[in-house]
């Protein structure tokens, strides 16, 4: 019997010692899932490392209402992700908590499917689960759950004097081995080690990259370092998801000596332009019903303190009258709510240590959010202060049972919109996005608003309460992703592709953050890995034309 194709290419790239693999994947996010479709079905063994015991990331997370910009330009293995959830929802067993209905599931009244596509853009956080779970099962990917990297010792960022965040490279961590320039194995903090000939770092926070000594950055460049229009400071833009007029910051109304109210930071909002520390807010996309029998009602977290909402208070006093969230509906009555207005989901100003920190640290940030946000919940519903339309609004809604059952109704994934950020020959920008700047190799393409939620909350010349950091700058066409964007400098590591944390401006970064993105990148890194293999090159120096006919191949839309 003739070996087939798939053996004799897996022949080719895989060594005898079944404790190497040609790729190794850290993070089993959508990138990392895609990644490992891929790379199996170019005949490469491959391992993927889950930190947590959960694949998908943010696709099975909470993010059930894709952010599409232009839902052309998704192809490849994103494309067969969403056709995977039409898939799904056309089967009756699908549809437990409401009727499926007779044509498309619509959102606001807009088509998401539409018949000619047979994908669907909406879905509930188990169903995306169910896909990347079968292709795991369908593929024979191997998945690690539950280990995380020894990160001991990793490069940190630092301030310079114009405020810029930015590391020194060279430094790696305890748990990544690196010789000349590539890295040959990482440990983990159980002390198991995986040793690979090509590594794919599927983490939002960029661990792996920052612990191979790459160059990265974390917060906000100033427009000034890559001549930016909007980029940094940005209090004249801050005019969307803010509060109204009238929002007094001090403890007592009107006395500047009683201090400020919680969550607003003192020493904003900084220079107009300038660089900083800042990090666009988390939260928790919560998956949501108001269906009487898979509802879970609002309660009151231990540790409430009805101090953290007094702005939420102060807001409806001044004039504020809407429910301050986004309730987009999904299959079954459920929900992807997500934040909006002044005072919302986003725990504003309480995430910037996230990508640097430790995990103990991260767990406690993590906590503190849960806290704001199960209070939040709880307050809208219930509270005196909170106007009585807006309670009962509210009171209609719960988590779901069915949904992230081992906490009750609430995921472990927390929507880390932007972490590390690599530094790279190529840093995507502004104007590679309104196509100012072309690039020479794309990988993929971008297609959404240049969009970062708020990051700080100040009081202005006024006295009042603003948020900052809101940017919503939309009007331009799709664009194409550079291939070095995804790969660090050849002197810092030849065999290491970012998909997540690629090198990017913190507002180039805000388009590019898309779930179907960065299935997207995990694919195309995925494809160039075995280029690199089979060349035995770099991944710096790989035949650019053989890996343009691979991704055409394979059905990514390159422009």
């Not at 995306?128 to 001991?152: C, F, H, M, P, T």
């Not at 990793?154 to 590391?167: C, F, M, P, Q, V």
């Not at 909402?309 to 809407?322: K, S």
């Not at 609430?410 to 502004?430: A, C, H, K, L, P």
């Amino acid at each position: 019997m003739k070996p087939t194709h798939l053996a004799l290419a897996a022949a080719l790239l895989s060594p005898l010692s079944a404790k190497t693999y040609d790729v190794v994947i850290y993070g089993g996010s959508s990138a990392g899932i895609a990644a490992a479709v891929q790379a199996k079905r170019m005949g490469a063994s491959v391992v993927v490392i889950e930190p947590t015991n959960r694949v998908g990331g943010l696709s099975t997370g909470g993010l059930g209402q894709t952010d599409i910009g232009n839902k052309q330009v998704i192809g490849g293995i994103a494309r067969e992700f969403y056709h995977d959830i039409y898939l799904h929802y056309q089967k009756p067993e699908s549809w437990k908590w409401m009727e499926k209905p007779a044509g498309n599931f619509k959102v606001d009244g807009q088509t998401i499917t539409e018949d000619s596509e047979r994908t669907q853009w909406t879905f509930e956080p188990s169903a995306a689960l169910g896909v990347y779970n079968n292709w795991i099962k369908r593929d024979q990917i191997e998945v690690i759950y539950n280990e995380r990297l020894d990160r001991s010792g990793e490069s940190k960022a630092t301030a310079r004097s114009d405020g810029y965040l930015i590391n020194t490279p060279g430094t790696t961590a305890k748990g990544v081995s690196k010789t000349k320039g590539r890295i040959s194995s990482i440990t983990m903090e159980s002390g198991k080690t995986f040793e690979g000939k090509m590594f794919i770092d599927a983490t939002y926070e960029g661990d792996l990259m920052a612990s191979a000594g790459v160059t990265f950055t974390v917060g906000r460049e100033g427009n000034a370092i890559y001549g930016e229009s909007f980029n940094g400071v940005q209090t004249a833009n801050a005019r969307a998801h803010n509060f109204v007029n009238g929002v007094d910051p001090y403890i007592t109304p009107g006395d500047a000596t009683s201090g400020l109210v919680k969550w607003i930071d003192p020493t904003g909002p900084g220079n107009e332009f300038s660089s900083d520390h800042r990090v666009q807010a988390y939260c928790f996309r919560m998956c949501l019903t108001n269906h009487p029998e898979n509802r879970i009602p609002f309660v009151k977290p231990d540790g409430y303190d009805e101090g953290w909402y007094e702005l939420l208070f102060r807001n409806y006093a001044a004039g504020y009258n809407a429910t301050p969230w986004i309730n987009s509906s999904m299959p079954n009555r459920k929900t992807d709510t997500n934040n909006k207005d002044g005072f919302s989901t986003d725990f504003i100003g309480q995430n910037y240590d996230w990508p640097q920190a430790s995990y103990p640290q991260r767990e406690q940030i993590r906590a503190k959010h849960l806290l704001y946000q199960q209070g939040l919940m709880w307050t809208l519903a219930n509270h005196p202060r909170i106007p009585e339309k807006i309670r009962a609004d509210v009171s209609k809604w719960g988590m779901s049972k069915d949904e992230f059952t081992e906490g009750s109704g609430w995921q472990q994934q927390i929507y880390v919109r932007e972490g590390r950020r690599m530094v790279s020959d190529v840093v995507m920008t502004e104007h590679h996005c309104i196509r100012r700047e072309r690039v020479t190799d794309s990988v993929g393409m971008g297609a959404y608003t240049m969009d970062s939620h708020n990051t700080q909350r100040h009081v202005n010349a006024d006295g009042q309460v603003r948020n900052e950091g809101d940017i919503q700058k939309g009007g331009f066409p799709p664009y194409p992703i550079d291939y070095r964007s995804i790969i660090p400098k050849s002197s810092e590591c030849e065999n290491l592709l970012v998909p997540i944390a690629l090198s990017a401006s913190h507002i180039s970064f805000g388009s590019i953050r898309m779930e179907p993105v960065f299935m997207i990148l995990g694919q195309s890194s995925a494809i160039a890995a075995v280029h690199a293999l089979r060349e035995k090159k770099a991944l710096i120096d790989i035949d650019r034309s053989k890996l343009k006919q691979q991704l055409l191949d394979d059905k990514q839309v390159l422009d």
